[in-house]
């Protein structure tokens, strides 16, 4: 199976632990009318189970050299397409029906990859993606803690993230210096909570966070969102500008969000 090297450049780590793969596969919950789009099958170690399961997988993979291997290898499987490409600019949003995504992430990769996966959310049901450990940490924390930041506002924003297991770092090859973990996203019919101008939105939980010690005023003002004016009426939405952005649960941020919407539209 690593007849093929890892490529370095393209932070290649392949799962070698096959109870973390059916573990991985059982987490999806796939029923044999899924489609499933697999992210880096690499050496094919989840794939030909996912294949054995859904109705169709479409496993997209960006190094040449495994997609010879992968083709050799898996090609008895009829309801498998493999597509040379890169994931970073694979038209997640123009695929035909809903999917379910599988994948285990390059580290360096993973935040944008779910970003674009959330923006294609009309077309994903749910996500299962193994990640590094501290990323898994941050998308399903609470707020008040360090690890709650700008990518757990948006992850929860539009989807129900749950941790389910950890992998440690002697499951893969070559063997990474952190553990993994396996998240699962549940992509929601809306969002968590109601907001006008989600572009906004996003721009403002950037800001908010932009210096974590710093007070939601400071932040706000300094990137120009809010006017001392708006700063003041702030606090008729009953959220404190002296607060942290950390302490902002994701409809508070949403309030923050349709407030400054609102006032912009009257002043």
């Given at each position: ?14 799962l070698v ?172 019919d809306t ?22 010690r710093k ?53």
């Amino acid at each position: 199976m690593m007849s093929i090297p890892p490529k370095k450049s393209l932070g290649q780590n392949f799962l070698v632990d096959e109870n973390a793969a059916l573990s991985i596969i059982e987490a999806a919950d796939i029923e044999d009318y899924d489609t499933v789009v697999e992210i880096g099958p690499g050496h094919g170690v989840l794939t030909r189970e996912l294949a054995e399961q859904a109705r169709r997988v479409i496993a997209i993979e960006l190094d040449d050299r495994l997609i010879v291997e992968l083709g050799e290898k898996l090609s008895d499987l009829k309801n498998l397409e493999i597509v040379h490409a890169d994931a970073l600019k694979y038209p997640f949003g123009e695929l035909p029906e809903k999917v379910k995504v599988v994948a285990n992430l390059p580290y360096y990769i993973s935040t944008p990859i779910i970003s674009r996966l959330i923006e294609a959310r009309d077309k994903v049901s749910l996500m299962v993606l193994m990640l590094q450990k501290e990323v898994a940490e941050r998308i399903s924390a609470p707020p008040g803690g360090k690890e709650y930041g700008y990518l757990s506002v948006m992850v929860q924003l539009y989807t129900r993230p749950e941790t389910l297991f950890i992998v440690p770092n002697t499951s893969f090859r070559p063997v990474p210096k952190v553990d993994s973990a396996v998240v699962r996203l549940e992509v929601l019919d809306t969002t968590l909570a109601p907001c006008r101008d989600l572009a906004l939105l996003e721009h403002i939980v950037s800001a908010a966070f932009s210096q974590r010690r710093k007070t939601l005023r400071n932040n706000l003002k300094s990137t120009g969102l809010f006017t001392d004016e708006g700063i003041k009426a702030l606090e008729t939405t009953g959220i404190d500008p002296g607060r942290r952005a950390e302490t902002l649960s994701v409809p508070e941020f949403c309030r923050l969000a349709d407030f400054l919407f609102e006032f912009r539209a009257v002043s």
